[in-house]
T-cell receptor, first 113, second 116 residues
């Protein structure tokens, strides 16, 4: 079974702090994604990566950056956390071009105070 | 642009009754459609997908979905609901990105509550 893990289930940070969210997958998948989930808005794509050191902006990249130095690891960075970034963050991975099923991690609930 | 809509925020069903969770889509080209489920405090789990072929797609946990091209719908169904089916359900459509890779566009989600 594919396993996608996220470094924290719950995180509380202060406004202005730099925040790192880590995601690791164990299936040698090429594609990885970061979403945020908010009630009534569903999942919105922040950034994705289809290869090591490659990244593409999603629908809501403002205030975020990402890093993919190794194939199995995709990090989401909040350079200066703000209260409107309080949300559930979900990481997902996907195989190659002929793949469609994304595998999700358990999520990190981030609260910025 | 590709999009999906889930017109109901919440669906309430009695245990043992059939359930339907609605999804409509708007795409250019052939639609690739998906359903995911999220149980409390968990990530999303894949339920089923429609790529091509039979309009009735069977998936995990006894769920199925009916693709209707004329109505641009992809409703999720189950003949007999269980209390354990209570969860948040997301419909999604594929979008192609540079390099030929796939990403998903999700609906807002529908909360299913199955009452004993």
């Amino acid at each position: 079974d594919v396993k996608v893990t996220q470094s924290s289930r719950y995180l509380v940070k202060r406004t202005g702090e730099k925040v790192f969210l880590e995601c690791v997958q164990d299936m040698d998948h090429e594609n990885m994604f970061w979403y945020r989930q908010d009630p009534g808005l569903g999942l919105r794509l922040i950034y994705f990566s289809y290869d090591v050191k490659m990244k593409e902006k999603g629908d809501i990249p403002e205030g975020y950056s990402v890093s993919r130095e190794k194939k199995e690891r995709f990090s989401l960075i909040l350079e200066s956390a703000s209260t409107n970034q309080t949300s559930m963050y979900l990481c997902a991975s996907l195989g190659g071009r002929s793949s469609y099923e994304q595998y999700f991690g358990p999520g990190t609930r981030l609260t910025v105070t | 642009a590709q999009s999906v809509a889930q017109p109901e925020d919440q669906v309430n069903v009695a245990e043992g009754n059939p359930l339907t969770v609605k999804c409509t889509y708007s795409v250019s080209g052939n639609p690739y459609l998906f359903w995911y489920v999220q149980y409390p405090n968990r990530g999303l789990q894949f339920l089923l997908k429609y790529i091509t072929g039979d309009n009735l797609v069977k998936g995990s946990y006894g769920f199925e979905a009916e693709f209707n091209k004329s109505q641009t719908s992809f409703h999720l169904k189950k003949p007999s609901a269980l209390v354990s089916d209570s969860a948040l359900y997301f419909c999604a459509v594929r979008d192609r990105v540079s390099g030929g890779y796939n990403k998903l566009i999700f609906g807002a989600g529908t909360r299913l509550a199955v009452h004993p």
